[in-house]
T-cell receptor, first 114, second 113 residues
Framework: AQSVTQLDSQVPVFEEAPVELRCNYS??????LFWYVQYPNQGLQLLLKYLSGSTLVESINGFEAEFNKSQTSFHLRKPSVHISDTAEYFC????????????FGKGTRLSVIA | NAGVTQTPKFRVLKTGQSMTLLCAQDMNHEYMYWYRQDPGMGLRLIHYSVGEGTTAKGEVPDGYNVSRLKKQNFLLGLESAAPSQTSVYFCASSSGTGNTEAFFGQGTRLTVV
């Protein structure tokens, strides 16, 4: 079975500073990788995903994540954060076959400080 | 475009009471999921379904039952609510192939007193 570990439960960062949210996964088979974001009192929404091809994927609001197969990691980065990025971020994994459920990490709460 | 709709949004139950949470999706998705979200625990999978008429247990299935009689609906039942089931419940759906995203409802905040 696959699993996801998010190494930081909370990450405080000053506005306009860079941030990295770490995610490691474990799986005996090939997987797809996702980052979801949850703003306060809302459901989850997809931020970005890695399916195949280029190991660097980007979102429309400046986040990027890099798939590293040798380190089984999918860390999320942004070079300059805004107050509006304050949210909880979840890393998730699903196997290629798709017949196993989407598995989430415990989440990282990003707090951007003015 | 409604997406995934959860009913109700809030509920308070007394210990021992029963209730059903309804999830409806209008995207013709094969897969549907029920998760619970608790502080510091992330999202934990309760039950899921890979198609109409099928269900499977997730990580934390005890105390819950589910049914998927229609493709667009996935019901989560609590037969005898306990305070440990106080949580925020999220329903999600996806097309079933691994390379597509899951769409989430807005959540149901359940308090068991």
């Amino acid at each position: 079975a696959q699993s996801v570990t998010q190494l930081d439960s909370q990450v405080p960062v000053f506005e306009e500073a860079p941030v990295e949210l770490r995610c490691n996964y474990s799986s005996s088979v090939s997987v797809y990788l996702f980052w979801y974001v949850q703003y306060p009192n809302q459901g989850l929404q997809l931020l970005l995903k890695y399916l195949s091809g280029s190991t660097l994927v980007e979102s429309i609001n400046g986040f990027e994540a890099e798939f590293n197969k040798s380190q089984t990691s999918f860390h999320l980065r942004k070079p300059s954060v805004h107050i509006s990025d304050t949210a909880e971020y979840f890393c998730a994994v699903m196997t290629f076959s798709g017949n196993t459920p989407l598995v989430f990490g415990k989440g990282t709460r990003l707090s951007v400080i003015a | 475009n409604a997406g995934v709709t959860q009913t109700p949004k809030f509920r308070v139950l007394k210990t021992g009471q029963s209730m059903t949470l309804l999830c409806a999706q209008d995207m013709n998705h094969e897969y549907m999921y029920w998760y619970r979200q608790d502080p510091g625990m992330g999202l934990r999978l309760i039950h899921y379904s890979v198609g109409e008429g099928t269900t499977a247990k997730g990580e934390v299935p005890d105390g819950y039952n589910v049914s998927r009689l229609k493709k667009q609906n996935f019901l989560l039942g609590l037969e005898s609510a306990a305070p440990s089931q106080t949580s925020v419940y999220f329903c999600a759906s996806s097309s079933g192939t691994g390379n597509t995203e899951a769409f989430f409802g807005q959540g149901t905040r359940l308090t068991v007193v």
